[in-house]
């Protein structure tokens, strides 16, 4: 089941992503599909029945544009501090910590971070991510973790664990 879902997830996406349905597009999208679920099938889908709960593609579609504004007001800032003539930065390295327990969710919370500019996930162990930060504003722990993890975390709990 799980590798099915995986075919499946990987076929839509590449359909989405190429947005045509020309007959070789769609033969090229579904081998590859096929390789990627039948190589990595069991990595990925840790309980495949969550993928078919509602609930938890409509915290999903919430969280897109919570992470794309995220994500905008990020490249606003990074932008400022290159253009800046003293260049306000103070980089560091920051401990936070997670609440999510699956992998996946861990995961997907770490590249949602990097993703934003001015912060790049660096390691994860267990509930801890070490995050640099372009601008350290809180060295404590539970404060970092407010400031970075926080507007992310709400709603990947909902999608993943």
Known sequence: ????????????????????TNVQNVIVGGVVSLIVGLIFGNLFIESPAKVFQFGRWFWFILYIPVFTWEMAKANFDVAY??????????????????????????????NSITLTPGTFTIDLKDDILYIHWINVRYKDIDEATKDIVGRFEKYLIKIFD
């Open 1 to 20: 089941m799980r590798k099915v879902i995986l075919i499946l997830f990987s076929f839509a996406v590449w359909l989405l992503l190429t947005w045509t």
């Open 81 to 110: 501090r290159v253009l800046h003539p003293k260049m306000p930065i103070t980089p560091g390295i920051v401990k936070v910590k997670t609440k999510l327990k699956s992998e996946m969710g861990k995961v997907f919370l770490a």
